[in-house]
């Protein structure tokens, strides 16, 4: 089933926010998986749709939706599908979404629900317009006009996350908390009602979402393990198959999973990807712990 993708040419307005376009054509259905990945998932479809996603619970959704923080794989049948696809860091996901990041995570809410009519209307645009390029102009706006600076994140926990980050999942949850000059259980506390996951589930999303990139690029697992901070290489086998469902030769091969490296590239991506503009994350830039 062929995959059509594109990257907007410049950054979202807002820090934490990417996105990509999907177009998705084929004859029948393809059953596939959404691979998690340390942001919230916004799809916003405008076009053809004929996809569904099934959650924890084994309830099926379709159509414009946010999937919070995934704990693992969750299965979709996706016929054909015409969407932007934006991720939110959770630093900012509550900020323009609205959405109480406490929800059970891997949630997943339809667009209707959060947003009202103002859904409907951005889906109808998205249809008119008639390039990739206004498309993702058209969206920035909207996510910009929806933040909200009375709804961000505790600048304490923002800084958490983003240290998460930096470390590559790498860091330590009783030395993060001894750089902020909290304890241990009011960081676990306070980071896990802001972000719906407790730091070390956070950071094990993190290290995981790097170390499988790693293995679509085609580096062995053994390599892998060792330069991703794994204790050893069935550490990584555990972590993959508890948020793939699958061994890591596989889960390297995951449709959705090599789409997602295509059209979100990696600091470690060494292939050129298509209609793509790279620029640093999160991760390369230095953060200084607020006071």
């Given amino acids: 089933m062929p995959w059509d993708i594109a990257r907007p040419a410049r950054p979202p307005a807002l820090r934490g926010v990417d996105m990509a376009g999907f177009h998705v054509h084929g004859d029948g259905p393809e059953q596939v998986r959404v691979i998690p990945h340390p942001a919230v998932t916004v799809i916003v479809e405008f076009g053809e749709c004929g996809f569904d996603v099934r959650d924890s619970t084994g309830r099926s959704h379709s159509g414009s939706l946010t999937l919070g923080l995934a704990r693992t794989a969750l299965p979709v049948r996706v016929h054909a599908v015409e ?4 991720r939110l860091e959770p630093i900012v996901a509550q900020a323009i979404l609205g959405l109480p990041l406490t929800e059970p995570s891997g949630t997943i809410i339809g667009l209707d629900d959060l947003w009202g009519r103002e859904a409907g209307w951005l889906r109808e645009r998205l249809h008119e317009t008639p390039n990739w390029p206004d498309r993702f102009a058209l969206v920035d ?4 006009a929806r933040f909200r600076h009375d709804h961000r994140l505790d600048p304490e926990v923002a800084w958490a996350w983003r240290r998460i980050k930096l470390s590559r999942g790498r860091l330590r949850v009783e030395h993060l908390a ?3 000059g909290w304890s241990r259980q009011r960081l676990w506390s306070r980071f896990g009602t802001r972000i719906g996951l407790t730091p070390k589930r956070a950071a094990k999303l993190v290290r995981f979402d790097h170390a499988v990139h790693r293995l679509v690029q085609g580096h062995p697992p053994s390599r892998v393990a060792a330069e991703t901070g794994y204790a050893d290489q069935s550490h990584l086998h555990r972590d993959i198959r508890e948020f793939t469902g699958t061994v ?3 889960a390297a091969t995951e449709p959705w999973l090599t789409i997602d ?3 979100w590239p990696s ?4 292939s050129p990807v298509r209609h793509s503009s790279h620029r640093p994350d999160s991760q390369e830039r230095g953060e ?4």
């Fill in 178 to 180: 001894a750089e902020l």
């Fill in 83 to 86: 969407c932007v696809q934006i």
């Fill in 141 to 144: 706006t909207a996510l910009s």
């Fill in 261 to 263: 490296d295509r059209a």
């Fill in 288 to 291: 200084r712990m607020p006071r």
């Fill in 248 to 250: 890591p030769t596989s």
């Fill in 267 to 270: 600091t470690m991506a060494t």
